[in-house]
């Protein structure tokens, strides 16, 4: 079945509520959308949301590239060869992973649909669905805990807590939502690059009464080396973010000591499924667990990395709460939220419909 033609647009979605992180504020969702179209009428969705600050794209780049003209290659071209189009898509978007993100997606989407089969059986699920955490931003103890509260209403059982500006209100923050919030709540922590070694150290052992599962990127990429005065057992609750950007980092932070003991894989870093596997199949041979996060983004893009995810046998953690920020979404399917888990659909490709 042939592709027949293509179409991308850009969405600005406000979040629900602004939340702040270590080096910025957010107060909406700028997305790119890609719909690619089979000669028999099935569609295939994909979408983007790259962060500027981290992988050096822009919603509006990405936009940009996708009506560039370089689609109109896979005009007439087969779905079956889904993998090769990926491959020159890989190629042509070197360093873009948001527009390399947004054509994997749609083609995985489309190809799934062709089959009539989820994603995910085309790949193997490997795992059970396992709960995601919910991301509360930079805020003060009040609004902390308010939000803490909400989403424990909720169902969910998992609490990521943004940090990396004052070490000394971090702390206090953890430790007042550990007496709020109780032992069974798990608590994960996102410094966002902000702290340097002697306020990590200082978290580290502030923190062991409220018993952190996970921290994300404690300091700044470029200083990966200092996490080595850690201890092992320090280092094995680290999680690689914003140093983990392709496979070739996923190598590099592999090689022994391990700087860190989890990896963040984030679809709208590395540029989509075929590439995200590449990276969970390093860690695999290097013992390393897998963390699977997002941006701010569609429930498209959030169902195709829980999709992914499930294929993976050493995921371990999920942080795919992105679409769950936005004030609406123009996608609907892809999965339902039963006790804080994401349960895919079983539906063709991703299971998303445009609204």
Same mark, same amino acid.
């Given at each position: ?35 690619? &179209? ?19 794209? =822009? ?12 689609? *109109?290659?896979?005009? *007439? ?186 990896? =963040? ?49 050493? &995921? ?40």
């Amino acid at each position: 079945m042939k592709i027949h033609s293509y179409r991308a647009w850009l969405e600005n979605i406000p979040l629900s509520k602004p939340y702040s992180i270590a080096y910025s504020t957010s107060s909406d969702a700028t997305i790119v959308f890609l719909e690619l &179209t089979l000669e028999n009428g099935l569609t295939g969705l994909g979408s983007a949301s790259p962060f500027e600050e981290v992988v050096g794209e =822009n919603p509006a780049d990405t936009l940009r590239h996708l009506q560039s003209g370089f689609l *109109g290659s896979f005009i *007439g071209r087969d779905i079956r060869h889904f993998n090769q189009l990926i491959d020159e898509a890989t190629v042509h978007f070197n360093h873009l992973p948001g527009s390399l993100a947004a054509v994997d997606l749609a083609l995985h989407d489309a190809f799934g649909k062709f089959l009539g089969i989820p994603v995910l059986e085309f790949y193997g699920q490997k795992i059970k669905p396992i709960p995601t955490s919910v991301t509360i931003g930079i805020k003060d103890i009040a609004g902390t805990l308010a939000d803490a509260k909400e989403y424990l209403h909720m169902g969910f059982q998992i609490l990521k807590i943004k940090t990396g500006v004052d070490v000394e209100l971090d702390l206090e923050r953890m430790i007042r939502l550990r007496e709020m919030a109780g032992p069974a709540i798990q608590l994960r922590v996102d410094a966002n690059q902000g702290y340097d070694l002697p306020k990590l150290k200082r978290f580290l052992s502030g923190a062991e009464k409220a018993g952190i599962e996970l921290i994300e990127q404690p300091l700044p990429a470029t200083a990966d080396q200092d996490l080595l005065q850690l201890s092992d057992q320090q280092r094995s609750i680290l999680v690689a973010d914003e140093s983990l950007l392709d496979a070739s980092a996923a190598f590099q932070l592999a090689h022994v000591p391990t700087r860190y003991g989890v990896y =963040n894989i984030k679809l709208m870093k590395c540029g989509g499924i075929r590439a995200a596997k590449e990276i969970a199949l390093l860690a695999q041979q290097g013992g390393i667990s897998l963390f699977w996060g997002c941006n701010d983004e569609s429930k498209l893009s959030i169902t195709a990395a829980l999709h992914v995810a499930l294929s993976c046998s050493n &995921t371990r953690y999920l942080d795919l709460d992105g679409s769950l920020e936005l004030s609406k979404d123009i996608i609907t399917g892809g999965f339902r939220i039963e006790k804080g888990c994401l349960i895919p659909l079983d539906a063709p490709g991703f299971g998303c419909q445009l609204t």
